[in-house]
């Protein structure tokens, strides 16, 4: 079956940076753009950023611009994402998803795939 799990997640203070990886297994990754979501506790699911398949082409919410970069390596099976600068209101679980997502998504169900997500906490 196919699996996509999350790490990395952990309590940061602002100002720090945190890297969490996801790793994808029985599909083939190479073919599937790459989406990652965040959701605070009683709120929809956030957009933040998306790769295409080769990993040339990457769209990111414009609020997160210039603090979270996205990357995949397809020799390994494994998603990024990059964040630096960050704020208490970054604060929330972060899913790794298949298929390419946008500011118009809401719901992890709108995506094929996706794992259980990593919690980063951002805190003093």
């Known amino acids: 079956a196919v699996q996509l799990v999350e790490s990395g997640g952990g309590l940061v203070p602002p100002g720090g940076p945190l890297r969490p990886p996801c790793a994808a297994s029985?599909?083939?990754?190479?073919?599937?753009?790459m989406t990652w979501v965040r959701q605070v506790p009683r709120t929809g699911v956030e957009w933040v950023s998306s790769i295409v398949s080769g990993g040339e082409h990457t769209y990111y919410a414009d609020s997160l611009k210039g603090r979270f970069t996205i990357t995949r390596d397809n020799a390994k099976d494994m998603l990024y994402l990059q964040m630096n600068d960050l704020k208490t209101e970054d604060t929330a679980v972060y899913y790794c998803?298949?298929?390419?997502?946008?500011?118009?998504?809401?719901?992890?169900?709108?995506?094929?795939?996706w794992g259980p997500g990593t919690q980063a906490t951002i805190s003093s």
């Open positions: 998803a298949t298929g390419l997502g946008g500011p118009w998504v809401t719901r992890l169900t709108d995506f094929g795939y």
């Open positions: 029985a599909l083939t990754f190479d073919t599937y753009p």
